[in-house]
């Protein structure tokens, strides 16, 4: 059954939202008119907000992943052009740094957690972040050039749902992704 939780301190659509540690971070988003870079954090078990300190780029449409217990906003949308910047949230410090830009910008796209680095995923292009090297690299392009889609990990798997292709007709494909063993 669905029930209704504390909303929001700051209601907006477009938003990258990851959890961590039992808690939600919702980062970004789109208000009156406005990229945002807001970052709020739910925790279900007291259904309270806090605001926390904001990113330094506001943005809408970001990607946001959690990676070793730090939040990753990834990308995402600025004054209708595409994003390449990272911000890197410690919520032990309640700090933002920067982190290597994506080698291109992205917005509308799918960011997900595999093997403990990140992928993002936006048409044909498939770039992976190592935190351990805080560097990106190419990885296997997708096979079908999407955007808007979703991505999971399940089993070891990289999944990529859906999504509108680059001519501009919805996709029900679904395509799986297994990284090289090292």
């Not at 970052?39 to 806090?50: I, N, S, V």
């Not at 600025?78 to 890197?88: A, F, H, K, N, Y």
């Amino acid at each position: 059954t669905w029930s209704t939780v504390a909303p929001m301190p700051t209601p907006r659509y477009g938003i990258g939202l990851a959890a961590a540690d039992g808690e939600l971070y919702a980062v970004g988003g789109f208000r009156d008119g406005q990229a945002l870079a807001a970052l709020e954090q739910y925790d279900p078990l007291l259904d309270t907000w806090q605001t926390l300190v904001p990113m330094k780029t506001p943005r809408t449409h970001p990607g946001a992943v959690v990676i070793d217990g730090l939040l990753y906003a990834v990308g995402g949308q600025l004054d209708g052009e595409r994003l390449s910047t990272v911000e890197i949230y410690d919520p032990l410090n309640d700090v933002w740094t920067f982190g290597e830009s994506l080698p291109v910008p992205m917005s509308n796209f799918a960011a997900e957690v595999l093997d403990g680095r990140l992928h993002a995923l936006h048409h044909r292009e498939h770039v992976v972040y190592n935190p351990d090297s805080a560097h990106w690299s190419a990885a296997e392009p997708m096979p079908t050039p999407r955007h808007g889609h979703a991505a999971a990990v399940v089993a070891g798997r990289l999944y990529v749902v859906g999504g509108c292709h680059e001519q501009l007709f919805d996709l029900d494909i679904v395509e799986g992704f297994v990284p090289r063993r090292r």
